[in-house]
């Protein structure tokens, strides 16, 4: 066999192998922090699923034959001695397998079948092939041989505790083929429309037409760009149930849901080279709305819920997403956003503004974001820096839009309410060194150690100086060699594997760089972004890392990391080619 992959290698430990557009992956995490043995066949319709497992056989023996899996966009295989097995997709629902001197055996996952859980199997009549029906997905998933035999097939038509399963194998010197199909009801027989190493070249030339999208300005001092690419491409869905657009998950593990304000990363990483999918990105949660006005906290195949928010950080986002995207949205389209981010800002002024209250109150630490910083320790239902600044840009947002869309009044009354929400921060909020939190119930206050009392940076241009200054000072307290710590690592309440009380996060890291350099700090800017891209470089895109070792923590699949690394890897580029233009300037 041969077989002509490229792109970056990645081990499917970290990294799932998929497709975009797959609502399933390739992979040994088959549930939170879990790994198996084997490689799985993992469904993320109605929640995650492992629904299939991959086992390489010995052909003499039918034994499990040791093989290592390794990777790259276009094509999974496993290597063993006695030969190899391939894997590519030929389209977002069905897979490719091809054998030579190892069989396979796929099996259900779930040993049980009950009357409500686990996987029937059967035979299909007069295609000879075999289908398992899933009852935690919904879905069927059917075994097509192409070619070799079917040595075994085992607990056919079982109910159950049964082994369910098929094994293929071919003769000596000869390869097998099978084809993987996940599908609702009833599909016709497969048929193959084209050879394998075909299907693995279509793939590749699919990724790589991607990655050149949008990393065209990759270089040898940006290594991870590439990969990043694949982890938001490989996690990107189809729509389907909920899912009203295509979108990116935050990961083919178990943080497979859309967040509405992790979407932001992921659009503005879009914006320039895939400006549709960047606004379908930005878009999804909105289409969703309630009638308050108010987002869900996250969206995924067969679930929104809405027991919490996001921070307002879409004013911000829509900021920079609109200076990204190639061409300016229409006046229609812009009139969409425009109203959807009314409602949204509306939300925070009318319902979660105390009678009397100049400034809006977050209900619990999930509604930030920051679901267990330090901040939260004295309570939950607060009065916090961070979401009075966000709601800040959001307003001044909004007056930009409504004065495009020549809408005086509004533009007039957005900036009178930013003014007077930046001025209730500063008069309420700082003690002229720092910022405090307060009960949103008895106005007590208090400071923390959390990285999250620093937010309002993102205010940039428009803090006074001094104000500026003081934040900077602070932020750098939190700077380690791997990057911002969400909590002061000098800290008791700082924890190695704390969530957000230690471990170094991308988005904060992403609104605090882009605060500084705004403020005109762009020395601390720059350290914080070579040493964030240097982390994923070392680390990987994993949900958070460890801001004293840098090692990868939680999820290591993460889109809105990898989205990061490449927001600040295409500005360092930017700045590099502007440094030099001007050095050759100067020069000649």
């Known amino acids: 066999m041969t077989a002509a992959p490229s792109g970056p290698a990645f081990s499917v430990h970290d990294i799932p192998f998929s497709t975009s557009g797959s609502w399933f992956g390739i992979s040994p995490v088959v549930a939170e922090k879990t790994y198996a043995e084997d490689l799985h066949l993992v469904s993320h319709q109605n929640g995650m699923h492992a629904v299939l497992r991959l086992v390489p056989l010995d052909p003499a023996t039918g034994d499990r034959a040791a093989t290592s899996p390794h990777a790259t966009p276009s094509l999974l295989s496993w290597t063993g001695t006695a030969g190899r097995i391939d894997l590519a997709y030929e389209s977002s629902d069905t897979v490719r397998l091809r054998g030579d001197g190892l069989g396979l055996h796929i099996g259900a996952a779930a040993a049980v079948l009950t009357p409500f859980s686990g996987t029937y199997f059967y035979g299909e009549p007069g295609t000879g092939a075999y289908v398992f029906t899933s009852y935690e997905t919904g879905r069927r998933y059917r075994v097509t041989v192409l070619s070799g035999t079917v040595t075994e097939a085992s607990g056919t038509q079982s109910l159950g505790s049964a082994a369910r399963g098929v094994s293929i194998a071919a003769e000596a010197g000869a390869a097998w083929e099978v084809a993987v199909e996940e599908y609702e009801t009833a599909r016709r027989p497969y048929a193959s429309p084209a050879p394998f190493d075909q299907v693995v070249d279509t793939a590749r030339d699919a990724f790589g037409a991607f990655a050149d999208s949008v990393a065209p300005w990759r270089t040898s001092e940006t290594p991870a760009a590439e990969l990043a690419a ?181 533009t007039r009354r957005w900036t009178r309410t930013a003014d007077a929400t930046q001025a209730a921060l500063l008069d309420e909020l700082w003690t002229g060194n720092r910022f405090v939190a307060r009960s949103a119930h008895s106005g007590v206050t208090w400071t923390s150690s959390s990285l999250l009392d620093l937010i309002p940076v993102v205010l940039g241009e428009h803090l006074p100086e001094s104000i500026g200054d003081a934040l900077a000072d602070r932020i750098e307290a939190h700077l380690t060699a791997y990057g911002l710590a969400t909590e002061l690592p000098t800290s008791q309440r700082y924890l190695d594997d704390g969530y957000w009380r230690g471990p170094i996060w991308a988005p904060s890291t992403v609104l605090i760089e882009d605060g500084l350099r705004r403020a005109g700090h762009e020395r601390l800017a720059d350290e914080i972004s070579n040493r964030f891209r240097a982390l994923c470089e070392t680390s990987g895109f994993a949900e958070n890392f460890d801001a004293l070792t840098g090692a990868g923590l939680r999820d290591r699949a993460y889109t809105w990391t990898a989205s990061s690394y490449l927001l600040f890897a295409e500005a360092h580029e930017s700045r590099r080619a502007e440094a030099t233009e001007t050095a050759e300037a100067v020069g000649g």
């Open 230 to 410: 694949y982890v938001l491409w490989s996690a990107t869905v189809r729509p389907l149930g909920f899912v009203t657009r295509p979108a990116v998950l935050m990961s083919k593990h178990w943080m497979d849901k859309v967040w509405s304000w992790d979407h932001c990363f992921n659009s503005l990483a879009l914006a320039a080279g895939s400006p549709v999918l960047a606004l379908d990105q930005f878009s999804l949660p909105f289409d969703h709305q309630d009638e308050t006005g108010a987002l869900p906290d996250s969206v995924t195949h067969s679930e929104i819920l809405y027991n919490f928010v996001k921070p307002p950080i879409h004013g911000w986002a829509l900021r920079h997403l609109r200076r990204r995207l190639p061409e300016p949205l229409s006046q229609a389209e812009l009139a969409k956003v425009y109203d959807r981010l009314v409602r949204w800002t509306e939300f925070w002024l009318t319902m979660r503004r105390a009678p009397g209250a100049a400034l809006p109150h977050y209900q619990h630490g999930n509604d930030s974001g920051w679901d267990n910083a330090t901040t939260f320790d004295p309570e939950r239902v607060i009065v916090s820096a961070d979401l009075a600044a966000f709601l800040v840009l959001q307003l001044r947002e909004l007056a930009e839009m409504a004065g495009e869309l020549g809408l005086s009044d509004d």
